[in-house]
T-cell receptor, first 121, second 113 residues
Framework: AQTVTQSQPEMSVQEAETVTLSCTYD???????LFWYKQPPSRQMILVIR??????QNATENRFSVNFQKAAKSFSLKISDSQLGDAAMYFC??????????????????FGKGTLLTVNP | KAGVTQTPRYLIKTRGQQVTLSCSPI?????VSWYQQTPGQGLQFLFE???????NKGNFPGRFSGRQFSNSRSEMNVSTLELGDSALYLC????????????FGPGTRLLVL
């Protein structure tokens, strides 16, 4: 079974500064997807960024980028120019690229415990 | 496109009762997954439905069940509620294809007294 570990329960950053959230995962599979989701106090889970394991290039979405180290099974999220609206719980998630036993695409996400990010003005 | 909607948003039940939660996916999405979020256990996968068939199931007791209708709307049911079932229940929908991303609804917060 796959596991996802976020070792930082809480992080804080000054507005306009850069912060990196850590995530490691354990899997024996060769093909998979990794995600960072953001959950603000409203509780709506929002996709921040995704990475496909077969792609060597790190994903980037505006101020958000990842450092994907496949051999080390590490997937960190860097937030540049932090804004007050970035304050939220951030979850790292894993999804297998292999089909389920029933033959369909596998949409099961395995989440880490989350990192609560505080942005100070 | 409208996002994923979940009803009701808040619910209070007592132990022993049963509850049904509803999820309407994004138009055109045929996969619906359900997750339970609690402070202690975090986010845990319940099950996933695609074209009215359950394709994947997490490690939850049989009290937790679900179904999907022909219009892709999904319901989950919890029978004989326990205090530990108090949680935020999230559903996520996805289009067809292994590369599709899942989009979450706002959740239903269930409190069991």
């Amino acid at each position: 079974a796959q596991t996802v570990t976020q070792s930082q329960p809480e992080m804080s950053v000054q507005e306009a500064e850069t912060v990196t959230l850590s995530c490691t995962y354990d899997t024996s599979e060769s093909d998979y997807y990794l995600f960072w989701y953001k959950q603000p106090p409203s509780r709506q889970m929002i996709l921040v960024i995704r990475q496909e394991a077969y792609k060597q290039q790190n994903a980037t979405e505006n101020r958000f980028s990842v450092n994907f180290q496949k051999a080390a099974k590490s997937f960190s999220l860097k937030i540049s120019d932090s804004q007050l609206g970035d304050a939220a719980m951030y979850f790292c998630a894993y999804r297998s690229a292999f089909y389920t036993d029933s033959g369909g695409s596998n949409y099961k996400l395995t989440f880490g415990k989350g990192t609560l990010l505080t942005v100070n003005p | 496109k409208a996002g994923v909607t979940q009803t009701p948003r808040y619910l209070i039940k007592t132990r022993g009762q049963q509850v049904t939660l509803s999820c309407s996916p994004i138009s055109g999405h045929r996969s619906v997954s359900w997750y339970q979020q609690t402070p202690g256990q975090g986010l845990q996968f319940l099950f996933e439905y695609f074209s009215e068939t359950q394709r994947n199931k997490g490690n939850f007791p049989g009290r937790f069940s679900g179904r999907q209708f022909s219009n892709s709307r999904s319901e989950m049911n919890v029978s004989t509620l326990e205090l530990g079932d108090s949680a935020l229940y999230l559903c996520a929908s996805s289009g067809t294809g292994v590369r599709e991303t899942q989009y979450f609804g706002p959740g239903t917060r269930l409190l069991v007294l």
